[in-house]
């Protein structure tokens, strides 16, 4: 349009590329193809029910209105409580702040604290948004290589070479998307003492911290002198089905609280008050239906690594959380975007390239098993009969 200039800052932010896969799965799909989708990270069931009967009480009783920007008090308390019991974290809650879905954590805690210049440790691979944020705030995002021979466990000795006197924040994302890795408990503990050592500021990003299967979700908040430098960040769309409610979560240090109240006040004023009333029920109500999803995507995930491993050229970590695989499928001469395309044009199979999260996934593609155990069986079997021919002709 004549006269409308794009500011240059848009040239530094990135996406989710999730979103993008999605459109032309579909765009095939408008043809009549038949498209599995194994790229988003959404779950595939329904909100429980008696969330959604809080929220349509809420609506009948005129709940309709601005919420207080932090949050409703009744929120910020069942949160707090929450954290404190599952996450070993004693917060009150003046410390929560609810945010309109988990990703404006990022955003204000990059916009606080971020000078130009100042760099920020994000995990490769590790979500697009880390690095997209930090650079769109003016700061340096530098990747930190997680490597499936660690089973998607940072070296923490390579970590710590990447501490710089401009190193400002570590983002830490356990357990993770893509990978589904999971720190251990010493892991932590060496990271804490890290930032202490080093004072850095910690944005732990820990939305997935109660779909683990075996070990254990450790928040580094609750690590001793960890509180004050920590940010969590945390949701609802995950645990609970909830991602069309747009409903996250931060626990903050005091000297946080006011910049992202202003924060919010500029953006987007405050988060939908009924959606606020369903996510204290979700809290607080029966957890029978959580613990159900999180027990069949445990059988989800053992179909899929089973079926990967079993395809000739793929190689495939049986995750410890999450709901997602990271195969590495160097062996079919592909790289992941090679084969993400692929799948998608010559299978019907809709993945994501590893480089989606980094350029340490290149010979990655990452799969969202949240889907049917149906609609998996049958992705496998199209995943074959594209991989075989390759790894085939390379004998």
């Known amino acids: 349009m004549p006269g ?28 009549g193809r038949s498209v599995i989708h194994l790229e988003i990270g959404e779950p595939d069931f329904d909100t429980p029910a008696n969330i959604r009967e809080a929220a349509k009480r809420a609506l009948d009783a005129g709940v309709t209105h601005y919420p207080p920007y932090l949050g409703l008090p009744a929120l ?18 003046d410390h929560v702040v609810v945010t309109p ?4 954590v990022m955003y204000y805690a990059m916009l606080a604290l971020i000078e130009p210049g100042d760099e920020v440790i994000v995990p490769d691979p590790g979500y697009p948004i880390y690095e997209s944020m930090a650079r769109f705030v003016g700061g340096t995002p530098v990747p930190l290589p997680i490597r499936q021979e660690r089973e998607f466990r940072a070296d923490l000795d390579e970590l710590e070479s990447l501490v710089t006197r401009k190193t400002r924040m570590l983002v830490l994302n356990s357990p993770a998307n ?17 930032a202490l050592r080093h004072d850095l500021v910690v944005l732990a990003d820990e939305i997935y911290g109660r779909i683990v299967y075996e070990g254990e979700h450790v928040s580094i908040a609750s690590i001793p002198g960890m509180l004050e430098r920590t940010i969590i960040l945390d949701g609802f769309s995950k645990t609970y089905a909830m991602t069309g409610w747009r409903l ?31 996510a204290v029920e979700a809290l607080t109500g029966p957890q029978d239906e959580v613990e159900a999803m999180v027990e069949e995507f445990r059988a989800r995930r053992d179909l899929v690594v089973d079926g990967l491993n079993a395809i000739p050229g793929i190689s495939c970590l049986r995750p410890h959380a999450a709901f997602y695989v990271f195969p590495d499928i160097s ?24 480089t989606a999260f980094g350029q340490v996934g290149r010979s990655h593609i990452r799969i969202s098993y949240a889907n049917s155990r149906e609609n998996l069986t049958e992705a496998l079997a199209r995943i074959r009969a594209v991989v075989e021919p390759l790894v085939a002709a390379r004998a």
Do not use: W
Not at 76 to 93: H, L, Q
Not at 178 to 194: K, M, Q, S
């Open 331 to 354: 062996a079919t001469g592909l790289d992941g975007a090679e084969l993400a395309d692929r799948l998608l044009h010559d299978a019907g199979v809709c993945v994501l390239a590893g």
């Open 101 to 104: 879905g988990a990703k404006p």
């Open 4 to 31: 409308m200039r794009i500011a240059s800052r848009m040239d530094s932010i990135g996406t989710e590329t999730a979103f993008e896969a999605a459109a032309r799965a579909r765009a095939l799909e408008a043809t």
């Open 248 to 278: 996250g979560y931060a626990v903050l240090p005091d000297v946080l609280l006011y910049a992202f109240g202003r924060l919010i006040i500029n953006s987007v004023s405050g988060t939908s008050a009924f959606s606020q009333v369903a």
């Open 178 to 194: 893509p990978t589904g890795g999971l720190f251990t408990r010493e892991d932590i503990v060496r990271i804490a003492e890290l």
């Open 76 to 93: 910020r308390e069942a949160i707090a409580a929450d954290v404190s019991i599952r996450k070993d974290v004693p917060v009150v809650a």
